[in-house]
C-alpha cells in the first residue's frame, strides 16, 4: 500500500503561483511513477504531469506546458508542482496519482491522494 497526501491548494489571482506538495509513505519502489491529475466541475479527470522514481524524466500536458514544473525529492519521498502563470481554466481539483508505469491514463494509476482544491480568479 502507499498513502499519499497533498497540500498547497488554494485560491490565486490569475498569473499567480501556486505549488502543490504530495507525501507519499508506504511501500514505495524506485520503480514507480508519480504523477498530477485535475478534475475541474462537470468535467473528466485530466492528466497534468508525471515523473519517474528512478530516472526523473517528466512529462507534461500541453495545456501546461512552460508553466508547470513536477520534481520530486526522493529524501523526502515527496512530489511537487510549481504552477506558475495560473489561468481560470487551470481551476480545478488537483489529485497525485502512484503506480507502476508511466501513463497519461488515470485507469494507470494505483494509488490517489485525496485531492487539493486549486481555484484561479480572474
Known amino acids: 500500500q502507499v498513502q499519499l497526501v497533498e497540500s498547497g491548494g488554494g485560491l490565486v489571482q490569475s498569473g499567480g503561483s501556486l505549488r502543490l506538495s504530495c507525501a507519499a509513505s508506504?511501500?514505495?519502489?524506485?520503480?514507480?511513477?508519480m504523477a498530477w491529475f485535475r478534475q475541474a466541475p462537470g468535467k473528466g479527470r485530466e492528466f497534468v504531469a508525471a515523473i519517474t522514481w528512478s530516472t526523473n524524466s517528466t512529462y507534461y500536458a500541453n495545456s501546461v506546458k512552460g508553466r508547470f514544473t513536477i520534481a520530486r525529492d526522493n529524501a523526502k519521498n515527496t512530489m511537487y508542482l510549481q504552477m506558475n502563470s495560473l489561468k481560470p481554466e487551470d481551476t480545478a481539483v488537483y489529485y497525485c496519482a502512484s503506480g507502476l508505469f508511466y501513463s497519461r491514463d488515470y485507469s494507470a494509476f494505483d494509488y490517489w491522494g485525496q485531492g487539493t482544491q486549486v481555484t484561479v480568479s480572474s
Open positions: 508506504g511501500r514505495i519502489f524506485s520503480s514507480y511513477a
